[in-house]
Nanobody, 124 residues
Framework: QVQVVESGGGLVQAGTSLTLSCAAS????????MGWFRRAPGKERECVAS????????AYADSVKGRFAISRDNSKNRVYLQMNNLKPEDTAIYYC?????????????????WGQGTQVTVSP
């Protein structure tokens, strides 16, 4: 059984930083690509960052490029999302997911196990 658990969300002011953490266990998660997704109110879920299984290939949504950084520690089965210079439009529920593939992917259908999500709220 694969489990994915996010942590680190909260209420912050615009311009500040926050780090999300994701713990994945079960399937050989170290061989899987990992992604961070978010769903803002009234919007569809979108991929904001993805990392391949080795951690040497990264991708970001245009809206977060230069502000967010994804990383992973396969020895701990953890993935992180460092979010800097947060904006009110970053307010969303953030989800971590593990993919059924090892290569980099920002396609939602490549991800099969999801966490419950963690709320990030950015005040003006």
């Amino acid at each position: 059984q694969v489990q994915v658990v996010e942590s680190g969300g909260g209420l912050v002011q615009a311009g500040t930083s926050l780090t999300l953490s994701c713990a994945a266990s079960g399937r050989t998660s170290s061989n899987s690509a990992m992604g961070w997704f978010r769903r803002a109110p009234g919007k569809e879920r979108e991929c904001v960052a993805s990392i391949n299984w080795r951690g040497d290939n990264l991708a970001y949504a245009d809206s977060v490029k230069g502000r967010f950084a994804i990383s992973r520690d396969n020895s701990k089965n953890r993935v992180y999302l460092q979010m800097n210079n947060l904006k009110p439009e970053d307010t969303a529920i953030y989800y971590c997911a593990t993919a059924r593939v090892g290569y980099l992917s920002m396609k939602i259908y490549d991800y099969d196990y999801w966490g419950q999500g963690t709320q990030v709220t950015v005040s003006p």
